[in-house]
């Protein structure tokens, strides 16, 4: 059968509507709560969802990762607060809007921009992703070490101040991803007896502990009483002709934005709503109305920061590269269902790749047509006590790890993982190359080890590709080290200045 007609198909079983509708409720209540991330809310549902069909499956996973884009706004405008770190500079505007009575005019152009955006970066995925895969199973041995060393490099790059704790959380999570069997010979090793880490350390449960658990620990560490109320008084809703006519030059600047920093693996909507916002003030006539509730400050910092999902899914799902953290989080469970990111899946399962498209697209518009919706039952929601969130929280983080095997032993390792997790977040070290290392490190040794084995170490860079990725790999840890002693020595020579000029 024709893999169009075979992957629209596949969504005509009610099971997955179901699924779809699962997912959106899930993602709008996950936005709209702050401080439950996308990752933490897939990483949750990952575990309930491994028992489905692979369809089913990524109908709640993803539509909980595109839904999740759409809530976070509500809080980001009513409360001033991030419902997820992609709705960051979607406060720099929303929230003074809605103090000018402007509330319901920021969430519609809010989901107008989000919606443009997601749709836009699918176009990008359809028309980018078999080209990139195509190219990459040319690839041998000796390139999909560098292209997994180089997607490692730029989450380490970007997921932290300091290169030096990125790079030791990478190499934490390359160390947890060698216990187990060998992937060359089969032999045990780092295993100290324990029948359960025979087959490696569970990547679900340690998912769950360093984004869900360690999370939850430190909300519950660091929590104090909101001092502000979410605003409830909305205002009118729909946007008039001159101000359509103002979100034009911002949608075409955040959507640009959004699709290149889409494509660059672990970089996420946050830095590119940023981003987006910052370019569109400098392209607009009227920059000074920005961070004084700028119908244009919205269009940019949502259309941008939406805009980077089909870039990520397409390093996903063409390299098998996690574009964000979602996405390894979504990786996981592929690779539960026996589906391996990456190149092949274009040629072994392109109905798939179009039950994927065609599920970010349906949930795309479904949580736009919820969020035109009045959401002053979403205002209600952020008056919940937080303490029986943590509650829920708790309780389907463990049962949906246990879930996983069916053993205790992996709600340990979860636990492990989170008081992991929990001092890694206080301490300032990521957990994005931490997962991206287990979950790349059988890959990356495997492909290595070939590599050695066929040509040895000249192998790795007499090839131009592998060769260009290395480069580019090592350019991703120098070139941050080199900006930082610049801005430092640059702030050392102006601070004399600064001194004198003190009266």
């Given at each position: 059968?024709?893999?169009?007609?075979?992957?629209?198909?596949?969504?005509?079983?009610?099971?997955?509507?179901?699924?779809?509708?699962?997912?959106?409720?899930?993602?709008?209540?996950?936005?709209?709560f702050p401080g439950i991330t996308a990752t933490m809310a897939v990483a949750l549902a990952s575990g309930f969802?491994?028992?489905?069909?692979?369809?089913?499956?990524?109908?709640?996973?993803?539509?909980?990762?595109?839904?999740?884009?759409?809530?976070?706004?509500?809080?980001?405008?009513?409360?001033?607060?991030?419902?997820?770190?992609?709705?960051?500079?979607?406060?720099?505007?929303?929230?003074?809007?809605?103090?000018?009575?402007?509330?319901?005019?920021?969430?519609?152009?809010?989901?107008?921009?989000?919606?443009?955006?997601?749709?836009?970066?699918?176009?990008?995925?359809?028309?980018?992703?078999?080209?990139?895969?195509?190219?990459?199973?040319?690839?041998?041995?000796?390139?999909?070490?560098?292209?997994?060393?180089?997607?490692?490099?730029?989450?380490?790059?970007?997921?932290?101040?300091?290169?030096?704790?990125?790079?030791?959380?990478?190499?934490?999570?390359?160390?947890?991803?060698?216990?187990?069997?060998?992937?060359?010979?089969?032999?045990?090793?780092?295993?100290?007896?324990?029948?359960?880490?025979?087959?490696?350390?569970?990547?679900?449960?340690?998912?769950?502990?360093?984004?869900?658990?360690?999370?939850?620990?430190?909300?519950?560490?660091?929590?104090?009483?909101?001092?502000?109320?979410?605003?409830?008084?909305?205002?009118?809703?729909?946007?008039?002709?001159?101000?359509?006519?103002?979100?034009?030059?911002?949608?075409?600047?955040?959507?640009?934005?959004?699709?290149?920093?889409?494509?660059?693996?672990?970089?996420?909507?946050?830095?590119?709503?940023?981003?987006?916002?910052?370019?569109?003030?400098?392209?607009?006539?009227?920059?000074?109305?920005?961070?004084?509730?700028?119908?244009?400050?919205?269009?940019?910092?949502?259309?941008?920061?939406?805009?980077?999902?089909?870039?990520?899914?397409?390093?996903?799902?063409?390299?098998?590269?996690?574009?964000?953290?979602?996405?390894?989080?979504?990786?996981?469970?592929?690779?539960?269902?026996?589906?391996?990111?990456?190149?092949?899946?274009?040629?072994?399962?392109?109905?798939?790749?179009?039950?994927?498209?065609?599920?970010?697209?349906?949930?795309?518009?479904?949580?736009?047509?919820?969020?035109?919706?009045?959401?002053?039952?979403?205002?209600?929601?952020?008056?919940?006590?937080?303490?029986?969130?943590?509650?829920?929280?708790?309780?389907?983080?463990?049962?949906?790890?246990?879930?996983?095997?069916?053993?205790?032993?992996?709600?340990?390792?979860?636990?492990?993982?989170g008081i992991v997790g929990l001092i890694m977040k206080r301490t300032g070290f990521p957990a994005g190359p931490?997962?991206?290392?287990?979950?790349?490190?059988?890959?990356?040794?495997?492909?290595?080890?070939?590599?050695?084995?066929?040509?040895?170490?000249?192998?790795?860079?007499?090839?131009?590709?592998?060769?260009?990725?290395?480069?580019?790999?090592?350019?991703?840890?120098?070139?941050?080290?080199?900006?930082?002693?610049?801005?430092?020595?640059?702030?050392?020579?102006?601070?004399?200045?600064?001194i004198d000029s003190l009266p």
């Amino acid at each position: 059968m024709n893999p169009l007609l075979s992957g629209l198909e596949a969504l005509i079983d009610p099971t997955v509507f179901v699924c779809l509708g699962l997912g959106l409720v899930l993602g709008m209540l996950v936005g709209a709560f702050p401080g439950i991330t996308a990752t933490m809310a897939v990483a949750l549902a990952s575990g309930f969802t491994l028992t489905l069909e692979p369809v089913q499956g990524l109908a709640v996973l993803l539509t909980i990762y595109v839904a999740a884009n759409f809530g976070d706004r509500v809080p980001a405008i009513l409360v001033n607060t991030p419902g997820t770190p992609a709705s960051i500079a979607t406060t720099l505007d929303g929230y003074p809007m809605a103090k000018q009575g402007r509330a319901g005019l920021a969430l519609v152009i809010s989901a107008l921009g989000s919606a443009i955006g997601i749709l836009a970066s699918m176009i990008l995925f359809a028309a980018a992703a078999i080209p990139i895969a195509r190219l990459a199973l040319e690839f041998g041995p000796s390139e999909m070490f560098a292209l997994v060393l180089f997607g490692l490099t730029i989450m380490i790059s970007i997921s932290s101040r300091s290169i030096i704790k990125g790079v030791l959380s990478g190499v934490l999570g390359l160390a947890l991803a060698t216990i187990g069997r060998d992937p060359i010979t089969g032999d045990q090793r780092f295993t100290f007896g324990i029948n359960e880490l025979s087959g490696g350390v569970d990547f679900i449960a340690v998912i769950i502990g360093v984004f869900g658990i360690a999370e939850l620990f430190d909300q519950l560490l660091t929590h104090h009483a909101a001092k502000l109320r979410p605003i409830s008084s909305l205002g009118r809703w729909w946007p008039t002709k001159s101000e359509y006519r103002q979100m034009g030059r911002p949608l075409a600047v955040g959507g640009t934005v959004g699709l290149i920093v889409g494509v660059i693996p672990a970089a996420g909507g946050d830095i590119a709503g940023l981003i987006g916002w910052d370019r569109a003030k400098r392209a607009s006539k009227h920059p000074e109305e920005f961070g004084k509730g700028s119908i244009e400050g919205v269009t940019a910092s949502d259309t941008a920061s939406s805009a980077t999902l089909g870039g990520s899914l397409t390093t996903t799902m063409a390299l098998g590269i996690p574009g964000d953290s979602v996405m390894a989080v979504m990786i996981g469970s592929m690779i539960i269902w026996g589906i391996q990111p990456g190149p092949s899946l274009f040629t072994n399962r392109p109905d798939l790749v179009v039950s994927i498209t065609a599920i970010m697209v349906i949930a795309t518009l479904l949580s736009l047509a919820i969020s035109l919706v009045r959401m002053r039952g979403m205002v209600k929601l952020l008056d919940v006590p937080v303490h029986y969130l943590w509650a829920t929280i708790l309780m389907f983080c463990i049962v949906g790890t246990y879930a996983t095997t069916n053993n205790i032993f992996t709600v340990v390792v979860m636990l492990v993982a989170g008081i992991v997790g929990l001092i890694m977040k206080r301490t300032g070290f990521p957990a994005g190359p931490l997962v991206l290392g287990l979950l790349l490190g059988p890959l990356a040794e495997s492909n290595l080890r070939r590599a050695l084995l066929i040509e040895g170490p000249i192998g790795l860079v007499n090839h131009p590709i592998s060769a260009v990725l290395i480069g580019l790999a090592l350019l991703a840890i120098i070139a941050p080290i080199v900006g930082r002693l610049r801005q430092r020595r640059k702030t050392q020579a102006t601070l004399p200045e600064k001194i004198d000029s003190l009266p």
